[in-house]
């Protein structure tokens, strides 16, 4: 049997994700420590392994910026992305995500847009966008069928800032419009 240097030497050549989080390595001639699934290519002598991100860092590596293993599965920042989620869905659902564009939205979790959708992407499969979207569309249709309220009102009070746009997004969502849906439900 393989003693363990060269399994966690194999697992580094081959980019085995079974070992991610199981080890790190620090490469002794860039200072910078990686997950075995980077795509770094570091020579054996050059190698040096570690059970936690904490242990390389305390020997004085830094996270790799390609494959950042900071973020392995079950750390801190790993458990983070769902926590940025179910925070930026908790402002959506009060209605706080309206008057931002995507940017600033995300700005409020610390993230990029581009970050954010991406987190929304692998956890919901949508992105905040159509989340708040489904949201509002969602709230107008309840309204439709409690109130009499006229649809402009409806249209207004969902976050529309215009009774076309609000058509066209009911439209498209429930393949009817809204004075439609309104009778074929009573």
């Not at 249209?155 to 076309?164: E, I, T």
Request: charged share 30%; aromatic share 10%; glycine share 4%.
């Amino acid at each position: 049997m393989k003693n363990q240097t060269s399994i966690y030497y194999q697992a580094i050549k081959d980019r085995d994700p079974h070992f991610d989080g199981v080890f790190f390595f620090g490469v002794k001639t860039t200072g910078i420590y990686c997950r075995p699934i980077c795509p770094a290519r570091p020579q054996k002598k050059n190698i040096e392994f570690f059970k936690s991100a904490v242990l390389a860092e305390k020997a004085g590596y830094r996270a790799c910026l390609r494959c950042r293993p900071e973020t392995t599965p079950h750390s801190p920042a790993w458990i983070g992305k769902s926590a940025i989620v179910q925070r930026a869905l908790r402002r959506i659902r009060q209605g706080k995500r309206q008057a931002l564009n995507e940017e600033q939205f995300a700005e409020i979790f610390g993230v990029s847009a581009r970050h954010l959708r991406r987190l929304f992407q692998e956890e919901l499969g949508k992105t905040p966008k159509q989340v708040f979207d489904d949201l509002r569309l969602s709230s107008a249709q309840k309204m439709l069928l409690e109130t009499k309220q006229p649809i402009i009102e409806i249209a207004l009070s969902a976050g529309y800032l215009s009774l076309r746009r609000f058509n066209d997004a009911f439209k498209l969502k429930f393949k009817l419009s809204p004075s439609k849906f309104r009778k074929e439900s009573l």
